[in-house]
């Protein structure tokens, strides 16, 4: 069974930074590409970063680029997202996502991160 | 960006009832490969999403058939025929044609 497990999540202030891990069970963590997708209380949904199988490659939404490094231990099956200089509009659920292909087909439950003074 | 623009925002239906969500794109979606990379996820509540519809009309693994997507181009629908308690929640498109991927605003389809 697929499992996705977030971690890291909790309050901060404006302008620290919090490391998000997430760690995957249940399938070959090193076949699959995969995102941080996040959530602000009450909003919708919005896509941050990408990586690839091997790390080769990110893709950042441009909000987040520059401030947030997504990062992945195949030997550990465990995906991170470093976020630096975090802003109140960081606020948000973090989800960790497989990318069957292009289309997230496993989720985890989610991390809260509120950045506030 | 690519703007998805999901009609109605909400949506109430009696159990039984057919319930339409229509999402409307800013760009087509029609990659230079030929492929409409246009998914829906349903985000039932206190839960995360899962996906329900890949590649605007293909169910994923364990979705029932009452669940249709269809549409081309920058005018996609998903269908869902006979609503049952568990198909309560926010439904949202997204697309991954275009650089960045977005999401719609979703749509709330509850209980009349």
């Known amino acids: 069974e697929v499992q996705l497990v977030e971690s890291g999540g909790g309050l901060v202030q404006p302008g620290r930074s919090l490391k998000l891990s997430c760690a995957a069970s249940g399938f070959t963590f090193s076949d699959y590409a995969m995102a941080w997708v996040r959530q602000a209380p009450k909003k919708g949904l919005e896509w941050v970063a990408t990586i690839i199988y091997d790390g080769s490659s990110t893709y950042y939404r441009d909000s987040v680029k520059g401030r947030f490094t997504i990062s992945r231990d195949n030997a550990k099956s465990t995906l991170y997202l470093q976020m630096d200089s975090l802003r109140s509009e960081d606020t948000a659920t973090y989800y960790c996502a497989r990318l069957g292909y292009w289309y997230f087909d496993f989720w985890g439950p989610g991390t809260m991160v509120t950045v506030s003074s | 960006d690519v703007v998805l623009t999901q009609t109605p925002v909400s949506l109430s239906v009696t159990l039984g009832d057919q319930a339409s969500i229509s999402c409307r794109s800013s760009q087509s979606l029609e990659y230079s490969d030929g492929y409409t990379y246009l998914e829906w996820y349903l985000q039932k509540p206190g839960q995360s999403p899962q996906l329900l519809i890949y590649?605007?009309?293909n169910r994923f693994s364990g979705v029932p058939d009452r669940f249709i997507g269809s549409g081309s181009g920058t005018d996609f629908t998903l269908k869902i025929s006979r609503v049952e308690p568990e198909d309560l929640g926010v439904y949202y498109c997204?697309?991954?044609?275009?650089?960045?991927?977005?999401f719609g605003g979703g749509t709330k389809l509850e209980l009349k």
């Open positions: 997204f697309q991954a044609t275009h650089d960045p991927w977005t």
């Open positions: 590649g605007v009309s």
